[in-house]
């Protein structure tokens, strides 16, 4: 009768060790799965794009082929140039609108602050579409379509609110004792922001960039409006331009795929866990 | 800094005016108000819209799949670090990639045809893209598998804010495992289920320019066709940039009353207390 009850609790932990060793195995198999769907596309534009026309259409075997006529017969290099070139620009003047004045939101008082703010937020809640033909005909006005300078107005016009609201955001977690001691002691105000708190707001900047260069990286419907001329083409207009014409070799698509995906894949395993901040500090309020 | 606050200001406030007032975009002629009713009375409009209620449809699933996902990501199985950057990985790419990927993958020799005959089904062969309603189908499945990083994240961040005892006192109370998802961790996760389906509600609306254009330019008919790919549409071929302007606006408004309808349903949560 005393022995019943001790084998049984002496069963018991591992019966459960067995239970949690099966769910946990359960658990990674399903993860492996899930993994599986989330990388297939990745596998399939590599495959595909080590192929050539005819091993695409059925035959099999590899080759790079595909690679050659990407590089030779388009006009990648020009186009990660120019991506490259519109990215670091317009950052850098996102960068310079959205810290001054995340920094003048959070820790200066004036007239009418509040409301000026409240405008900063309602502008993110305006969908692109509805903006882009007035903006449009605005550049047109201006003689800016098919400039460098015209898109770059445009994504940054597009990137500021919200990399102002992240920064105003991250601003206002910087002590404000810190900004009054500093301003005590003597410093003005734009000294007080260059010195003290942008050195203080690096992770902040970090996350706008990212956030910003893949944004501006990925993007087709401003590239595709606003540089029409193929000298200016950004590489994801350029791909999407390739694919609307229907003529091109699916495996060289693929590499060109590839080939504009990887920057933006690059920055993300550096980065990715300021770009995860990003994305959730929208929700700070 | 004044001069700094005003040099961002003056051009939204510039932007928001331009939205506002010149829906008659480029036509130089001004015709009034009664472009809306026109513009309300064409059938295409109302085909694009339903287009739009339709992939609606598919925000359950966008949110849904990846709530699971991040429950068993929380479980913080063996190699979960790992896991979570994979599924993050389709955040970084362009919609335009994921698009042209997407196509093989619909097309009639394509990879999902493939499985199909597989698995003995080959009678469902299919090119998706080819028809009206199916290539609608394919397109939500790609907006859903393209949202699905976003919104794991989303929900894994939440669960980190969770208190770890609030769970471990549900458990000695003898939930189980469901039990404690459903009733504990859900309606503590409710703020940020909320933020996921504004931000899929938005994409849905506004993001999938790229994936449309790439997968089907709005076709087979308009039987793609959104009201934001509508918009360029109107303006960008058909020449209209004033009925391209006017459904930008419609499509404005729509994204505000979202927008104001979820911020009310928050308030009146808070209201509530919890």
Redesign the interface.
């Given at each position: 009768m005393t022995a019943a009850p001790a084998t049984a609790a002496r069963g018991r932990p591992t019966a459960t060790v067995v239970r949690r060793r099966v769910r946990?195995s359960t658990?990674?198999a399903?993860?492996c799965v899930?993994?599986v769907?989330?990388?297939?596309?990745?596998f399939?534009?590599l495959d595909?794009a080590f192929r050539n026309q005819s091993q695409f259409?059925?035959q099999g075997g590899h080759s790079t082929v595909s690679w050659g006529q990407l590089f030779t017969e388009l006009p990648v290099w020009r186009e990660l140039f120019n991506s490259t070139l519109i990215c670091a620009v317009s950052i850098l003047l996102i960068l310079a609108?959205s810290t001054?004045?995340g920094?003048?939101?959070a820790k200066?008082q004036?007239r009418a602050?509040g409301w000026?703010f409240l405008?900063?937020v309602?502008?993110l809640?305006?969908?692109?579409?509805?903006?882009?033909?007035?903006?449009?005909?605005?550049l047109g006005k201006l003689g800016l379509i098919n400039t460098y300078l015209g898109a770059i107005l445009v994504y940054v016009?597009l990137g500021?609110?919200f990399a102002?609201f992240l920064m105003a955001t991250y601003y206002r977690g910087i002590s404000d004792d810190l900004i009054e001691a500093a301003v005590m002691d003597g410093l003005s105000?734009?000294r007080t922001f260059l010195r003290i708190a942008l050195p203080l707001s690096w992770p902040a900047i970090a996350t706008v960039t990212v956030l910003q260069f893949?944004q501006i990286?990925?993007?087709?419907?401003v590239g595709?409006?606003f540089l029409q001329n193929p000298q200016q083409r950004t590489i994801?207009v350029g791909?999407?331009a390739l694919?609307?014409g229907r003529t091109t070799s699916?495996p060289v698509?693929?590499a060109g795929?590839f080939v504009?995906?990887l920057p933006?894949?690059i920055?993300?395993?550096i980065f990715?866990r300021h770009?995860?901040k990003g994305?959730?500090m929208?929700?700070g309020k | 800094?004044?001069v700094?606050?005003a040099?961002?200001?003056i051009?939204?406030?510039q932007?928001?005016y331009?939205?506002m007032t010149?829906w008659n975009?480029?036509t130089a002629t001004w015709i009034g108000p009664s472009t809306y009713s026109t513009a309300l009375s064409d059938p295409t409009f109302w085909r694009v819209l339903e287009n739009n209620a339709l992939l609606l449809l598919s925000i359950p699933f966008a949110i849904g799949i990846p709530l699971g996902?991040a429950a068993?990501?929380h479980?913080h199985?063996?190699?979960?670090r790992f896991?979570r950057?994979?599924?993050?990985?389709?955040?970084?790419?362009?919609?335009?990639?994921?698009?042209?990927?997407?196509?093989?993958?619909f097309a009639y020799?394509g990879?999902l045809n493939k499985l199909l005959a597989d698995v003995g089904l080959g009678s469902f062969q299919t090119n998706m893209l080819a028809g009206q309603r199916s290539a609608l189908v394919a397109l939500a499945i790609t907006f859903i598998?393209s949202m699905?990083?976003?919104n794991t994240?989303?929900f894994l961040?939440g669960m980190s804010t969770l208190d770890p005892t609030l769970l471990e006192a549900a458990r000695v109370d003898g939930l189980h495992r469901r039990q404690i998802f459903l009733r504990v961790t859900l309606p503590l996760l409710k703020?940020?289920v909320q933020?996921s389906f504004v931000i899929t509600v938005?994409s849905a609306?506004?993001a999938l320019?790229?994936l449309i254009?790439?997968m089907t330019?709005g076709g087979p008919g308009y039987g793609t066709t959104t009201?934001?790919f509508f918009?360029?549409q109107s303006?960008?071929s058909l020449g209209q940039?004033g009925t391209?302007?006017l459904y930008?606006?419609i499509?404005?408004v729509i994204?505000?009353t979202v927008?104001l309808v979820q911020l009310r349903l928050i308030r009146s949560e808070d209201g509530e207390g919890w």
């Amino acid at each position: 009768m005393t022995a019943a009850p001790a084998t049984a609790a002496r069963g018991r932990p591992t019966a459960t060790v067995v239970r949690r060793r099966v769910r946990a195995s359960t658990l990674f198999a399903i993860m492996c799965v899930i993994a599986v769907v989330m990388l297939y596309p990745f596998f399939y534009m590599l495959d595909n794009a080590f192929r050539n026309q005819s091993q695409f259409s059925g035959q099999g075997g590899h080759s790079t082929v595909s690679w050659g006529q990407l590089f030779t017969e388009l006009p990648v290099w020009r186009e990660l140039f120019n991506s490259t070139l519109i990215c670091a620009v317009s950052i850098l003047l996102i960068l310079a609108v959205s810290t001054t004045a995340g920094f003048a939101f959070a820790k200066l008082q004036y007239r009418a602050s509040g409301w000026v703010f409240l405008g900063v937020v309602a502008a993110l809640m305006v969908p692109l579409q509805s903006i882009i033909i007035p903006e449009y005909v605005n550049l047109g006005k201006l003689g800016l379509i098919n400039t460098y300078l015209g898109a770059i107005l445009v994504y940054v016009a597009l990137g500021t609110p919200f990399a102002t609201f992240l920064m105003a955001t991250y601003y206002r977690g910087i002590s404000d004792d810190l900004i009054e001691a500093a301003v005590m002691d003597g410093l003005s105000y734009e000294r007080t922001f260059l010195r003290i708190a942008l050195p203080l707001s690096w992770p902040a900047i970090a996350t706008v960039t990212v956030l910003q260069f893949i944004q501006i990286w990925d993007d087709l419907l401003v590239g595709l409006l606003f540089l029409q001329n193929p000298q200016q083409r950004t590489i994801t207009v350029g791909l999407a331009a390739l694919s609307a014409g229907r003529t091109t070799s699916i495996p060289v698509l693929m590499a060109g795929s590839f080939v504009s995906a990887l920057p933006a894949i690059i920055v993300y395993l550096i980065f990715q866990r300021h770009l995860v901040k990003g994305l959730t500090m929208g929700m700070g309020k | 800094m004044a001069v700094v606050v005003a040099l961002l200001g003056i051009p939204i406030a510039q932007a928001i005016y331009y939205s506002m007032t010149n829906w008659n975009g480029l036509t130089a002629t001004w015709i009034g108000p009664s472009t809306y009713s026109t513009a309300l009375s064409d059938p295409t409009f109302w085909r694009v819209l339903e287009n739009n209620a339709l992939l609606l449809l598919s925000i359950p699933f966008a949110i849904g799949i990846p709530l699971g996902i991040a429950a068993l990501l929380h479980e913080h199985v063996r190699g979960w670090r790992f896991f979570r950057s994979v599924y993050f990985l389709p955040t970084a790419v362009s919609w335009v990639v994921i698009g042209m990927v997407a196509v093989q993958f619909f097309a009639y020799q394509g990879l999902l045809n493939k499985l199909l005959a597989d698995v003995g089904l080959g009678s469902f062969q299919t090119n998706m893209l080819a028809g009206q309603r199916s290539a609608l189908v394919a397109l939500a499945i790609t907006f859903i598998w393209s949202m699905l990083g976003t919104n794991t994240i989303i929900f894994l961040t939440g669960m980190s804010t969770l208190d770890p005892t609030l769970l471990e006192a549900a458990r000695v109370d003898g939930l189980h495992r469901r039990q404690i998802f459903l009733r504990v961790t859900l309606p503590l996760l409710k703020r940020f289920v909320q933020f996921s389906f504004v931000i899929t509600v938005i994409s849905a609306f506004s993001a999938l320019f790229s994936l449309i254009f790439v997968m089907t330019n709005g076709g087979p008919g308009y039987g793609t066709t959104t009201l934001e790919f509508f918009v360029y549409q109107s303006a960008f071929s058909l020449g209209q940039f004033g009925t391209g302007a006017l459904y930008g606006i419609i499509l404005f408004v729509i994204m505000v009353t979202v927008g104001l309808v979820q911020l009310r349903l928050i308030r009146s949560e808070d209201g509530e207390g919890w």
